[in-house]
């Protein structure tokens, strides 16, 4: 008989440490997410706090999110902060060409999301303007947040309420600087990273991580030229300067930009064509890991995925410049993937952010424009589940499974993914069953550490496109998995067709 998959895994094999950054979060001045996802007003009939959807906060708390993206996006590069601040009644307005056309009043600032961060417990990524934008905004948006004597930015900051300064942990030099945040060619950013980085200064002890506008898919030339832009890398050791970290941009669609494909309604064939596409991370990953490795070998630069995650056609009926969709359990899968390689890859993925949080592409939560009625998404519980990798020491995870595996898009894709981590007396497993129709029998050949106990959870659902709403907000939602018993080898499990399985080990 043919026998089952098998992953292995060394407990007592440590590798480097999986920050719990990768599980960050994004919010831009787009569609619903700020405004109706985030942000009520201090009148509505919705509870919040100072204009904050309340239950909005306590169910991102529950992911323990690490860290928030804002303002954009492609936002962030028509952003002039100073708009931000100030009486709300009083902020000027402006367009939002890039998504909707639509006119912002600025009612949500720098003092308002800073306020956000503090609710969420989360740490400030702010995104600064370099394609119409001045190195001295950025310099005093930096001041403002951050300094906390008499400068002049401090003051002003004071004058608007605010008396001590925040922590601003991260921030970014432009976004997508070769497209909307500037159509620039990389030796232009590269040069203009430089000079935007050097003025995003550290106040008294507030420590800054700067990240500079980095490459979309495989443009390996973009992190090439980034990367020689760079003085000494090998010479030296600790933060690299003038900037820390250069992002990367991928999303997952099965169909082109002109046709991205529908969120809820597709074959089996585009199953598995936005699984074998996700799963592409992984591959990116390595490739631009490469080119990074050249320059640095001691990985003092961080690659930072700030957008990932599924674009599709926008729901029918919705303002295409919103990018309202919906979220099936292919979107759970799709989030569990890039998990899968992002743990694989700790030692380079430093940082990491879904695109976006509320109301726009792969969301967390979904909230009804007329009722405000909020739901959790299939992907809402892959974060869920995911919290013990948080700051865990990655494992690798073997996986040896030839007859799970497909031709996708003319090439093999697994139908089984893991990966693996430890902290303490702990170890959890990330097991995915990316197969359509097919359960499957796993065993986890578990090495070096003896197991004192376990449990499983799993995610799965009746359909490849179940997915919550307000009647039936728990179609997807994950539940305690029956199927998981010792074996010779370590433990054995049975996954369901389609479903995403997380074990909890306890270790001797
Ligand atoms: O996340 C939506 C948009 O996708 C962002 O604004 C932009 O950076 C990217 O193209």
Not at 473 to 498: N, Q, S, T
Request: glycine letters at 10%.
């Amino acid at each position: 008989p043919t026998e089952s998959p098998r992953v292995v895994i060394d407990l007592d094999l440590p590798g480097p440490t999986i920050s719990r950054h990768i599980y960050g979060h994004f919010a831009e001045h787009l569609g619903r997410c700020i405004y109706g996802g985030f942000w009520v007003g201090e009148d509505s009939p919705i509870p919040n706090v100072g204009g904050i959807r309340s239950d909005v906060v306590e169910a991102l708390r529950a992911l323990q999110i690490p860290n928030l993206r804002w303002p954009g996006g492609c936002f962030a590069d028509d952003y002039h902060w100073r708009d931000g601040i100030g009486p709300r009644e009083e902020r000027p307005r402006m367009v939002n060409s890039h998504w909707g056309d639509v006119v912002e009043d600025n009612s949500f600032g720098t003092h308002e999301f800073m306020a956000l961060c503090e609710l969420l417990g989360t740490d400030a990524y702010i995104s600064g303007n370099v394609g119409s934008g001045s190195v001295q905004e950025m310099s005093e948006w930096i001041e403002y947040l951050t300094r906390a004597d008499d400068s002049p930015m401090a003051v002003l900051r004071r004058q608007n309420g605010r008396d001590e300064p925040w922590k601003v942990p991260f921030f970014g030099i432009g976004n997508e600087a070769w497209g909307c945040g500037g159509s620039m060619r990389v030796e232009q950013f590269a040069s203009l990273a430089r000079q935007y980085s050097t003025y995003v200064r550290k106040h008294a002890d507030n420590e800054v991580y700067r990240i500079a506008a980095g490459a979309s898919d495989h443009d390996y030339n973009w992190t090439e030229v980034l990367m020689k832009s760079f003085d000494k890398l090998e010479a030296g050791d600790g933060p690299a300067g003038p900037f820390q970290g250069i992002s990367l941009h991928y999303y997952t669609m099965t169909g082109s930009w002109g046709d991205k494909g529908d969120a809820t309604t597709f074959t089996e064939d585009e199953w598995y064509i936005a699984l074998a596409r996700a799963a592409h991370m992984n591959e990116l990953l390595t490739r631009h890991g490469q080119v990074m490795d050249r320059h640095d070998p001691g990985k003092r630069v961080g690659l930072v995925v700030d957008e990932w995650g599924t674009w599709w056609n926008a729901e029918p009926g919705t303002n295409p410049g919103f990018l309202y969709q919906q979220n099936t359990l292919r979107d759970a899968l799709v989030a569990s993937l890039h998990f899968d390689a992002f743990h694989r890859h700790a030692d380079r993925v430093v940082m990491a952010n879904i695109a976006q949080t509320v109301n726009v592409l792969q969301a967390m939560i979904l909230t009804d424009p007329d009722s405000g009625a909020l739901v959790l998404t299939p992907t809402y519980h892959v974060f869920a589940m995911n919290t013990p990798h948080h700051d865990a020491r990655s494992l690798a995870a073997h996986v040896i499974a030839p007859e799970a595996s497909r031709t996708v898009e003319g090439k093999d894709m697994s139908l089984l993914s893991a990966s693996a981590s430890t902290k303490g007396a702990t170890a959890h497993v990330s097991l995915s069953n990316l197969d359509a129709a097919e359960a499957r029998t796993v065993v986890l050949d578990l090495r070096g550490r003896d197991v004192t106990g376990f449990s499983a959870q799993v995610l799965t659902a009746a359909e490849l496109n179940s997915h919550n709403t307000p009647e039936q907000p728990e179609a997807v939602a994950p539940r305690k998995l029956d199927g998981i018993r010792r074996h010779p080898r370590g433990l054995e499990l049975d996954l369901p067709a389609h479903s995403y399985v997380t074990v909890a080990l306890e270790l001797g």
